[in-house]
């Protein structure tokens, strides 16, 4: 095997040459967002700067190249997560959309009063909220399968969840809060064999793990850009084209129609059926040179780099007397949360901060995960291409100095 | 290592972490409020007795930041004999010394508080620092209802 490029990656990546406080960037936020590469950077303004015009609208040459190159990224997506077909891709802003967007179209044509939708007890806000919002508009019941203190999901727990009333399964493919990374396969094969659809939240797998999406057999996985070395503002919904087919829209507006009338509309094909108004045209078009970009570092590539970081911060980690670690689950991604004995989380994340360290403090939008651990809140670093063992020692160093300091 | 943060961590500050004062229940409190930070996961509850309209005695219970607990300790040590006037004034001076709107900090009126004068140069923390006097602006208006700095 060939080494991984840390020095052409960090290369890559312009702000990692920024000081915080005087002091070289150690950026540890990577779950919250990442950082962009040149490639990134450079795309976006260079569909500005040469190939910009509104998509699917014009027959004028810029709009014709807009077109092309948008549509491009969604081809782009699609062979990345292994998609049968481009009409399965849908453009959204970002996971949440993606998600509020299958509770809102998917949920509301086929969920009833009385019928069932699953979750786990480890899910983003973003995968809890939307569901609670269909749940009071249909008078579904939102059902939550337990964790354990590794932050495991409870695999029996969770089938034994599964029931006749149960209409839609949502899970996180990997944790936010604690790195778990679900056995998603499984719950899908248990799913199915019931008829149950199951929505995968990709959000924090898909920067760490080669994604298939045949293979896995979800019928729903979503992600955002932002995560993925891509802009903010622009995500992905896929579905199974027949499952998209059979669906309401989720919007209406310009682009999502084949014709209208007073009278009535008809709805355009997949995917434009749910891609309402002007997407957000240059950062689809930039997620895809994020993902040429990570295609030819290789995700398994990635995935192995990460992993060896990962068990090296956790070592570290636990050498650090008063340290817990926050989810300690068999398979787990790039994510270390933790806390420090009578150190409160914010305090960790000022005090790492003023050492240049960018750490994320608090619940991380997982609220009931925090009081299942009994804690107000985490400190975590999260983990990316551009990371390695020296930052994790410095941060290391950085938590033993402000143990000493708290005294 | 940390000097950069000499401003808004003082060793006061440290010390009303590691022992806070009037850390415990009033039993007979007249007033009872909680407090809740939900970005950080802080929470207080604060116990007020009162003579009047003076405050007799000034408590606390829960768990936050060293920020947020020092500010809260800090609180009830120097509110305690205040009248409510008194209090909500000082409220007013510590809300304006923390967010930096009066550049001229008066530093005689807020007396040990100045400490958590650090905190305006760290907008992610003055939520922290000013939970306790939110709390306490809400006991002395009696309202029932916790608190939340969002
Ligand atoms: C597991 C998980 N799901 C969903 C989201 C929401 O993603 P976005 O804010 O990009 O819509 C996040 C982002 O924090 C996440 O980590």
Redesign the interface.
């Known amino acids: 095997m060939t080494q991984f490029p840390i020095d052409k990656i960090r290369n890559d990546f312009p702000i990692l040459n920024e000081k915080i406080?005087n002091k070289p960037l150690v950026y540890l936020d990577n779950a919250a967002s990442s950082q962009k590469p040149n490639v990134v950077i450079d795309c976006i303004s260079h569909v500005y700067r040469h190939d910009y015009a509104n998509v699917h609208r014009g027959v004028h040459t810029l709009s014709v190249r807009s077109t092309d190159k948008f549509e491009g990224a969604r081809e782009k997506i699609k062979d990345f997560i292994n998609a049968e077909s481009g009409k399965e891709i849908i453009f959204t802003k970002g996971t949440t959309e993606s998600i509020n967007l299958v509770a809102q179209s998917y949920g509301k044509a086929n969920i009833k009063a009385g019928d069932e939708i699953l979750i786990s007890a480890m899910e983003h806000h973003s995968n809890i909220v939307p569901w609670q919002m269909l749940s009071e508009q249909t008078g579904a019941i939102l059902k939550v399968a337990p964790i354990n203190l590794r932050g495991e999901l409870i695999l029996d727990e969770f089938i034994k969840l599964i029931g006749d009333k149960t209409r839609l399964i949502s899970i996180a493919h990997m944790s936010n809060a604690l790195g778990t990374i679900n056995p998603v396969k499984q719950i899908i094969a248990a799913a199915h064999h019931k008829n149950i659809p199951v929505l995968l939240d990709g959000a924090q797998a898909i920067p760490h793990m080669p994604v298939d999406v045949l293979n896995l057999d979800c019928d729903f996985y979503a992600f955002s850009g932002h995560k993925l070395y891509g802009p903010s503002g622009i995500g992905v919904l896929y579905g199974k084209q027949a499952l998209l087919e059979s669906m309401p829209p989720y919007q209406g507006g310009g682009d999502m129609i084949r014709k209208v009338t007073f009278e009535e509309t008809e709805y355009n094909t997949l995917p434009y059926k749910f891609e309402a108004g002007t997407p957000s045209i240059a950062d689809a078009i930039a997620l895809g040179a994020a993902i040429d970009y990570l295609n030819e570092i290789g995700m398994g590539a990635v995935a192995v780099y990460e992993a060896e970081l990962l068990d090296y911060a956790t070592e570290q980690a636990k050498k650090i007397k008063g340290l817990r670690i926050i989810g300690e689950a068999a398979e787990k991604g790039a994510i270390l949360s933790f806390v420090l004995d009578k150190?409160?989380?914010?305090?960790i994340g000022?005090?790492l901060d003023?050492?240049g360290i960018a750490v994320r403090?608090?619940?991380h939008c997982a609220?009931p995960v925090?009081d299942f651990f009994e804690?107000?809140?985490t400190a975590r670093a999260s983990f990316a291409i551009y990371n390695t063992k020296q930052e994790i020692d410095i941060l290391m160093n950085g938590i033993e100095?402000?143990i000493e300091?708290?005294? | 290592?940390?000097d950069?943060?000499r401003d808004?961590?003082q060793e006061v500050i440290?010390d009303h972490?590691?022992n806070p004062r009037n850390f415990r229940i009033i039993e007979n409190a007249d007033r009872k409020v909680d407090g809740f930070n939900?970005?950080?996961?802080?929470?207080l509850t604060l116990y007020l007795k009162m003579n009047g309209d003076v405050i007799e005695d000034a408590s606390f219970q829960g768990?936050?930041?060293?920020?947020s607990t020092a500010s809260v300790s800090l609180m009830t040590e120097i509110v305690k004999g205040k009248t409510e006037a008194e209090a909500e004034a000082l409220f007013k001076t510590f809300h304006e010394m923390t967010t930096g709107k009066d550049e001229q900090i008066n530093l005689e009126a807020v007396g040990k508080l100045a400490v958590l004068a650090g905190v305006r140069e760290?907008p992610?923390?003055v939520k922290?620092a000013t939970l306790a006097w939110h709390t306490l602006d809400a006991a002395l208006k009696n309202e029932k209802q916790a608190v939340s700095t969002e």
């Open positions: 406080r150190i409160h989380p914010h305090d000022t005090m003023s050492l403090a608090g619940h609220m925090m804690v107000p809140a100095s402000l300091v708290f005294g | 290592m940390f950069d943060l808004l961590y440290f972490n590691r939900p970005l950080c996961g802080d929470r768990s936050g930041c060293a920020i760290y992610a923390r922290c």
